[in-house]
């Protein structure tokens, strides 16, 4: 495992920086962000069978100004109708594009704690094209067993099976500790982009890009709003 960390430094660019720093030079990366939201109401739309919607009871529904909703629905490429909106089907499928949802995406999960267990068993990633198709752990006690269908192998495996998959994106939930460790070796199987769940701000290249979602952030956020909210009657 040494060996391929040190390999991986040897290939690391000067320039390399942290993909929040990245991320932040994206353009329209609000928008990106509210799509997936857009998307939500409009499957329970079209399970009632509503045929059209307006954008501005999208608008309504996300508590946002209708030209905004008009300028993120803009960027799938559709048009909506005078006096009746856009077509839910349509918005759908552009959406689902848009986002690369449209088809199964490969990923493979390393690191299978409790957390990394829990996002194995959860189904919800189909209705945003996401495949978890295989976990590894260094976890001796681990290794060769089943987890939600997934069978838990080394490690030492992970360059060979994303390669034979040509799997381009990993899920990482180990241990903060060894978070840049388990990163690094993923880059070197050829990952290029991580979904991190570890509160680590992980050093890539620049041809890898990363997602952070850290729960401790989102809980304090929560906490906070909590503690300060007005005093009142439900």
């Known amino acids: 495992m040494k060996a391929k960390i040190d390999l991986f430094k040897t290939h690391v660019p000067a320039s390399a920086v942290p993909a929040e720093i990245e991320n932040a030079r994206m353009p329209g990366l609000s928008c990106v962000k509210r799509l997936p939201s857009y998307?939500?109401?409009?499957?329970?739309?079209?399970?009632?069978?509503?045929?059209?919607?307006?954008?501005?009871?999208?608008?309504?529904?996300?508590?946002?100004?209708?030209?905004?909703?008009?300028?993120?629905?803009?960027?799938?490429?559709?048009?909506?109708?005078?006096?009746?909106?856009f077509r839910v089907t349509e918005l759908i499928t552009a959406i689902e594009r848009f986002l690369g949802w449209d088809d199964q995406t490969k990923a493979v999960l390393v690191g299978v704690g409790h957390l990394g267990a829990?996002?194995?068993?959860?189904?919800?990633?189909?209705?945003?094209?996401?495949?978890?198709?295989?976990?590894?752990?260094?976890?001796?006690?681990?290794?060769?067993?089943?987890?939600?269908?997934?069978?838990?192998?080394?490690?030492?495996?992970?360059?060979?099976?994303?390669?034979?998959?040509?799997?381009?994106?990993?899920?990482?939930?180990?241990?903060?500790?060894?978070?840049?460790?388990?990163?690094?070796?993923?880059?070197?199987?050829g990952i290029r982009g991580i979904w991190n769940f570890t509160p680590v701000k992980l050093q890539v290249p620049e041809t890898v890009v990363t997602q952070k979602e850290d729960l401790a952030e989102g809980l304090a956020v929560l906490s906070h709003r909590l503690r300060h909210l007005p005093a009142g009657k439900i």
């Open 39 to 85: 998307l939500q109401l409009l499957r329970v739309l079209q399970a009632e069978g509503r045929e059209y919607v307006s954008g501005t009871v999208l608008a309504g529904v996300h508590h946002l100004e209708p030209v905004i909703v008009r300028k993120d629905l803009a960027i799938t490429g559709i048009m909506g109708t005078p006096r009746l909106g």
């Open 118 to 189: 829990a996002l194995l068993g959860y189904r919800g990633f189909e209705n945003f094209g996401l495949h978890i198709v295989a976990a590894f752990d260094v976890d001796p006690k681990k290794i060769g067993k089943w987890v939600h269908g997934c069978k838990v192998q080394t490690v030492n495996q992970l360059a060979e099976f994303v390669r034979r998959g040509e799997i381009k994106l990993g899920v990482l939930t180990v241990p903060a500790a060894v978070a840049q460790e388990a990163a690094e070796i993923m880059v070197c199987a």
